[in-house]
């Protein structure tokens, strides 16, 4: 009866082990931490670039901190009512940012101006 009982308080202490210390993994059996470090280091080489918001997949939306899949969904779909963002304000529209949120995102995002085919403007 004893083994049992240390079996069972040995797997109830790995699993709270387990919890507590990160070795929790994401859906797609990605250690979270290690998912979470690669998602800074992304957010850390494409700020420098900025983020084109009206090229960007909702991958590249969700390497930024803080938007996840519904958000970078929300962006993308009110883009396509408006044809595409003329400034970085036009985020304001989207569910999910607000004015906080936005000034955050002001450092990553841009908007590439189109040349026209000729080269002039």
């Known amino acids: 009866m004893r083994k ?3 079996i ?5 202490a ?4 387990t919890y507590f210390y990160g070795l929790k993994t ?3 059996g990605t250690p979270y931490e290690k998912q979470l470090v690669e998602r800074i280091k992304e957010i850390d080489l494409g700020a420098e670039d900025g983020i084109d918001i009206n090229k960007a997949t909702k991958r590249d939306f969700m390497k930024v901190y803080g938007i996840g899949e519904s958000i970078a969904e929300k962006i993308i779909e009110y883009r396509e009512e408006l044809g595409g963002f003329r400034g970085i304000e036009d985020l ?9 949120r936005l ?9 590439e101006k189109e040349e026209t085919q000729n080269g002039n403007n």
């Not at 790995?14 to 082990?17: D, G, I, P, Q």
């Not at 000034?103 to 908007?111: M, P, Q, Y």
Request: proline content about 0%.
């Open 92 to 100: 304001l529209g989207a569910e999910g940012i607000g004015e906080k």
């Open 103 to 111: 000034d955050k995102l002001r450092e990553i995002f841009k908007i």
């Open 8 to 12: 069972i308080l040995l797997c109830l």
């Open 26 to 28: 994401t859906t797609d």
């Open 4 to 6: 049992i009982l240390y």
């Open 14 to 17: 790995s699993y709270a082990v």
